[in-house]
Nanobody
Framework: QVQLVESGGGLVQAGGSLRLSCAAS????????MAWFRQAPGKEREVVAA????????YYADSVRGRFTISRENAKNTLYLQMNSLIPEDTAVYYC??????????????????WGQGTQVIVSS
């Protein structure tokens, strides 16, 4: 099992940027597919972006493609999410998640068995 701790959330105006980080420990980070999910009040948890264990083949939800960039540094056991051109609809708690190696990136929350505690992102209009 890998332990995950997110950081970097906060309050930002629409059009601004934030960079989220997820620090992993207790496991072999490079063996996990990693993803960012988010959950807004009253809504289901949804995948935002995901990346293969070697750092390639990123997946993005349609709602964030072109604005968000997922990346990872396996040498530092860290996952990132660069969020640009933020809009109020991006307001949510953002979670880091890890999945054991698979042929394809899971796009549902039940495909991940390790989760961080979440970091709040609030985008004001």
């Amino acid at each position: 099992q890998v332990q995950l701790v997110e950081s970097g959330g906060g309050l930002v105006q629409a059009g601004g940027s934030l960079r989220l980080s997820c620090a992993a420990s207790g496991g072999t980070f490079s063996r996990y597919i990693m993803a960012w999910f988010r959950q807004a009040p009253g809504k289901e948890r949804e995948v935002v972006a995901a990346i293969m264990h070697y750092g390639g083949n990123p997946y993005y939800a349609d709602s964030v493609r072109g604005r968000f960039t997922i990346s990872r540094e396996n040498a530092k056991n860290t996952l990132y999410l660069q969020m640009n051109s933020l809009i109020p609809e991006d307001t949510a708690v953002y979670y880091c998640a890890a999945s054991p190696l698979a042929v394809a990136i899971p796009r549902r929350a039940d495909g991940y068995n390790n989760w961080g505690q979440g970091t709040q992102v609030i985008v004001s209009s």
